[in-house]
């Protein structure tokens, strides 16, 4: 692979999305090739996945299913956006990936672990982000945004949340030179500007 690949992680209410975006703008306005994407979506059949995971109506779907709809959109995004982009040399920036897999399905949801992290490496194509950037924030804060309308899985209890976010500490533990743990400060400047600092190290 030629390209570059950074992921966005965080629990809800992080600022991931923000932040995706600002540093893509940041990067184009140096001149740098940048592919955005979200997870689920940014393909049309994951934007449909997206639309059925994030729904509050579907309270049915069950853990095993939920993680199979995740991996389903993820393996369309890799086949039709990261792939191509990074065998063109492009910096992709994704607003989650399969850590996001492990931590809610896995280390909340309950699911196996190691079944996760076998299905991910055969959807993904064995391609690992190159930088994680973990956005940690205080979890009932993030939940609880003045005016906000829940999805589905911001409608999980908070010790569903407070799982994820034990979760994704595990995992920046395990691989902490990949998944570089940025504290939310109160300016989002302040914030992205560490953000900015790690990206720019990372493409010298």
């Known amino acids: 692979m030629k390209g570059i690949f950074i992921t966005f992680e965080g629990p809800e209410g992080s600022g991931k999305s923000t932040h995706t975006k600002l540093l893509c703008e940041y990067l184009r306005e140096k001149g740098k090739d940048i592919v955005y994407a979200r997870e689920p979506g ?20 069950s853990e095993i299913a939920e993680m199979c709809l995740y991996m389903a959109a993820r393996a369309q995004l890799v086949k039709e956006v990261i792939l191509p982009a990074l065998k ?20 909340a949801g309950g699911l196996d672990i190691g079944l996760i992290k076998m299905l991910g490496k055969a959807v993904t194509l064995g391609i690992k982000p190159d930088l994680t950037i973990f956005l940690d924030n205080d979890v009932d804060k993030g939940l609880n945004q003045h005016g ?16 994820v976010h034990f979760g994704y500490m595990q995992l920046a533990n395990l691989e902490p ?17 560490k953000i900015r600092e790690l990206a720019d190290k990372l493409l010298k």
């Open 148 to 163: 906000k309308i829940k999805d589905r899985i911001e409608n999980k209890p908070l010790s569903y949340h407070k799982k």
């Open 177 to 193: 030179e990949r998944i570089r743990i940025i504290s939310q400060d109160t300016e989002i400047n302040k914030t992205q500007g």
């Open 88 to 107: 063109e040399g492009k910096i992709v920036i994704s607003d989650r990936f399969l850590d996001a897999t492990i931590a809610y399905q896995g280390y």
């Open 42 to 61: 940014s393909t049309a059949i994951g934007e449909k996945i997206r639309s059925i995971l994030l729904d509050p109506e579907n309270k049915e779907l």
